[in-house]
């Protein structure tokens, strides 16, 4: 079974700093995805960003980047100029490539606080 | 982005009764649908995966005779929380996905709040 885990449970960082949040995982297959989710108060769960495996370019989404090391089966989030919307619970998830709708398997969370 | 509704947004059931929650894709076609359940300041751990007029697959250790799952057609997904107890009181999450999306993206529901009393 894959696991996912995040190992900081809570972090905060200033305005306008930037912050990087750990996530590593373990499979044993070759084809999948990585992604970000954050979940605000509202816990409606949003997408940050996707990475495909087979990609060795890191993916980017404005303020939000991945480091992305497969043989270390690390997939670190770098989120630069903070700002106070970034605060909420953030998921690393892992899904199998199958070409279809797949399960997600979710780290345990990191609780992001940025503050003034 | 697909949006995807749930209904209700938060229900209060007594203990022994039971209670639907409904999940809609609004604008396009769920070929396949995800229950999460997540308690306070927890992750999300998957229930069951529904596709269209199949039954359910439920994950170990998740009771398919007290998470009742319906997934007839493409665009309404229903759990039924069976002889609700107070530690079924948790928040439920559904997704849906469909087949050819870049990514295998996944849409999320808002979410419903079940508390039983």
């Known amino acids: 079974a894959q696991t996912v885990t995040q190992s900081q449970p809570e972090m905060s960082v200033q305005e306008a700093e930037t912050v990087t949040l750990s996530c590593t995982y373990d499979t044993s297959e070759n084809n999948y995805y990585l992604f970000w989710y954050k979940q605000p108060p509202s816990r409606q769960m949003i997408l940050v960003i996707r990475?495909?495996?087979?990609?060795?370019q890191n993916a980017t989404e404005n303020r939000f980047s991945v480091n992305f090391q497969k043989a270390a089966k690390s997939f670190s989030l770098k989120i630069s100029d903070s700002q106070l919307g970034d605060t909420a619970m953030y998921f690393c998830?892992?899904?199998?490539?199958?070409?279809?709708?797949?399960?997600?398997?979710f780290g345990t969370g990191t609780r992001l606080q940025v503050t003034l | 982005g697909a949006v995807v509704s749930q209904h209700p947004s938060w229900v209060i059931c007594k203990s022994g009764t039971s209670v639907k929650i409904e999940c809609r894709s609004l604008?396009?076609?769920?070929?396949?649908m995800f229950w999460y359940r997540q308690f306070p300041k927890q992750s999300l751990m998957l229930m069951a995966t529904?596709?269209?007029?199949?039954?359910?697959?439920?994950e170990q250790g998740v009771e398919k005779d007290k998470f009742l799952i319906n997934h007839a057609s493409l665009t309404l997904s229903t759990l039924t929380v069976t002889s609700a107890h107070p530690e079924d009181s948790s928040f439920y999450i559904c997704s849906s996905g469909t087949s050819g999306v870049v990514g295998n993206e996944q849409y999320f529901g808002p979410g419903t709040r079940l508390t039983v009393t």
């Open positions: 990475q495909e495996a087979y990609k060795q």
């Open positions: 529904s596709n269209e007029g199949s039954k359910a697959t439920y």
């Open positions: 998830a892992f899904m199998f490539d199958t070409g279809t709708a797949s399960k997600l398997t």
């Open positions: 604008d396009f076609q769920a070929t396949t």
